[in-house]
């Protein structure tokens, strides 16, 4: 399983932004068994825990500090989960992360910086 994330950026306070996470090498019933989650990494930090949705998007699950600003989903159809991020803040600045998880199987892409600064 290959995970490409997308759409990272530059961003002012209190911007949004959509983060997409697409995988390859899975079929699309295999991909909806999936755990996925978006993370992120702070510089001087360890990766933490944003957002996580399961079984088809019926259940998800956020990080204290990014509830009520940034909403996780995906499209099993098309193999991608989504973070949209609203109302940011300068410490949102990180590499955003996508794992994907089944049982055992544990895979993450390679990162998309998003930035929030004026």
């Known amino acids: 399983v290959q995970l490409v994330e997308s759409g990272g950026g530059l961003v002012q306070p209190e911007g949004a932004l959509r983060l997409s996470c697409a995988a390859s090498?899975?079929?699309?019933?295999?991909?909806?068994?999936?755990?996925m989650s978006w993370y992120r990494q702070a510089p001087g930090k360890e990766r933490e825990l944003v957002a996580s949705i399961i079984i088809g998007g019926g259940i998800t699950n956020y990080a204290d500090s990014v509830k009520g600003r940034f909403t996780i989903s995906r499209d099993n159809a098309k193999n991608t989960v989504y973070l949209q991020m609203n109302s940011l803040k300068p410490e949102d600045t990180a590499v955003y992360y996508c794992?994907?998880?089944?049982?055992?199987?544990?895979?993450w892409g390679q990162g998309t910086q998003v930035t929030v600064s004026s």
């Open positions: 794992n994907a998880r089944l049982l055992v199987n544990n895979y």
């Open positions: 090498g899975v079929s699309g019933f295999t991909f909806s068994r999936y755990v």
